[in-house]
């Protein structure tokens, strides 16, 4: 689904020519050429691909987060609020910031599910009671795990818990080139140090409630007791829409693929035919010498024969049942997707007299309804690594809080597009109702200690 996603170029076999990815979805007779040599025609076949995914998946992405989430601590008492909110939001800009949530968001949207891993140095978090969250921050990493790596073993009991975790990875290189990077150089220099064989290179992890295992080429390398989780695996796993009683959610890419199919069929037919007709053709009959006169402006046939005839044909001529049911397709991977056109700025019809924001809401309902829909799994999601953050940090004895104190709250914006003067209204009324000004300050953008804000 990630290539058909990306729609990537790769060199076809035998062929020394590059193929797109979404190349194979079309039928055999228009990607399987005949022979040049035996067939005139072979040279006049035409594809055609149009990625109507890619910027679908863009755009949803962008309405998830293409604006920062604020991370509210739910905790009582208002010292250790702040505390939570500068270390959690110190942590994740560590880690990307938004660009994290982007990523996120994409694997998820393209494979259905995202695994996170917290990373921790748990030698230094134990000597880091005391420190700034920057500090902090420099200890901790949240990284999230492409599906194809991940491999999840789900409780028997509860498929929705994990009683431990793999990652495997190997080191990226090119058919016929020489293994480099610095991870491979370390593995070399490990296999040397201990004479033994080369096989093919590969680093595997494996989690459970208490330790972390490294292997190298299958072989252990490491071990590291996981200390401060509370026996909890350190993955935590989100859904792009639920799917009950499956680990695996639901892709974006995966329901789009046969309308793909067929809208790149139909592109390409009608290329085909655009090819084959476009050109106006004559048929002569009973004329002498026409053959050595070419065809062009002004020029003039005549004859003495009563029986000749010049009959034209050709050139494209109007299709509209080809037409509509291109658009037709267009149409099906709108609802589908439930990302019209206009999502992206391209205005295709009239929006009505209602004011812009209510027109932009209405003919977006489908999408801001699907976007409200996956926030729920995305943002329990990132709730519930700011928990297990918050326990790491309470074992190490860095930031002490109290279970109950460990929930988040997150604060969405509005992905549409927000007018200025309402926005400032919209916060002077929460000023006037009691909201903190600095929280008001920063819904907007500001900070305090910028030039002029008091």
């Not at 998946?57 to 010292?79: N, Q, W, Y």
């Not at 401060?228 to 974006?252: D, I, W």
Request: charged share 25%; with cysteine.
């Amino acid at each position: 689904m990630w290539r058909y996603y990306r729609n990537d170029m790769t060199l076809a076999p035998g062929s020394g020519r590059y193929e797109v990815a979404q190349r194979r979805g079309l039928p055999a007779r228009i990607i399987d050429r005949p022979d040049v040599s035996t067939d005139d025609r072979a040279a006049s076949r035409e594809t055609v691909v149009e990625n109507d995914i890619a910027w679908r998946i863009h755009t949803m992405v962008d309405f998830m987060f293409g604006k920062p989430v604020r991370i509210l601590s739910t905790a009582r008492d208002e010292a250790t609020r702040d505390a939570v909110e500068r270390t959690l939001d110190a942590i994740l800009e560590a880690s990307g910031g938004v660009a994290l949530l982007q990523e996120m968001a994409l694997l998820g949207h393209v494979y259905g599910h995202v695994d996170l891993v917290l990373r921790l140095d748990q030698h230094a978090l134990l000597d880091a009671a005391g420190a700034d969250p920057w500090s902090i921050a420099q200890r901790i990493a949240i990284e999230p795990v492409e599906p194809t790596r991940g491999v999840p073993i789900v409780s028997d009991a509860d498929w929705r818990r994990l009683d431990g975790y793999i990652i495997h990875a190997e080191p990226a290189r090119r058919p016929g080139e020489p293994r480099r990077g610095p991870l491979v150089d370390w593995i070399e220099s490990w296999r040397r140090s201990r004479r033994e064989p080369a096989p093919t290179p590969g680093v595997t992890e494996v989690f459970d409630g208490a330790t972390r295992w490294l292997y190298l080429d299958g072989r252990p390398v490491e071990t590291e007791p996981l200390r401060l989780l509370a026996g909890r695996v350190p993955v935590v796993h989100v859904q792009n829409v639920a799917q009950p009683f499956r680990y695996e959610g639901l892709s974006e890419v995966e329901p789009l693929i046969p309308l793909q199919d067929e809208l790149n069929t139909r592109l390409s037919d009608r290329a085909s035919r655009v090819t084959l007709q476009s050109f106006k053709m004559y048929l002569v009959k009973g004329m002498e010498g026409v053959d050595r006169v070419g065809v062009g402006p002004g020029q003039i046939w005549s004859t003495d024969n009563p029986d000749a005839s010049v009959q034209a044909f050709g050139g494209d001529g109007s299709n509209p049942s080809e037409e509509a049911h291109i658009k037709e397709v267009r149409d099906a991977l709108d609802k589908t997707s439930g990302v019209p056109p206009l999502a992206t700025g391209v205005v295709q019809g009239r929006v009505g007299n209602l004011s812009s924001a209510n027109a932009l809401k209405i003919t977006l309902v489908g999408l801001l309804a699907k976007t409200e829909r996956k926030r729920v799994t995305y943002g329990r999601g990132l709730a519930e690594i700011c928990r297990m953050i918050l326990t790491a940090l309470d074992t190490a004895g860095v930031l002490e809080t109290d279970p109950r104190d460990r929930a988040v709250r997150l604060e969405w914006p509005d992905p549409l597009p927000t007018d200025v003067q309402e926005e400032t209204l919209a916060a002077k009324r929460k000023v006037e109702l009691g909201v903190p000004q600095s929280r008001v300050l920063d819904e907007l953008g500001y900070q305090p200690t910028d030039p002029g804000i008091t």
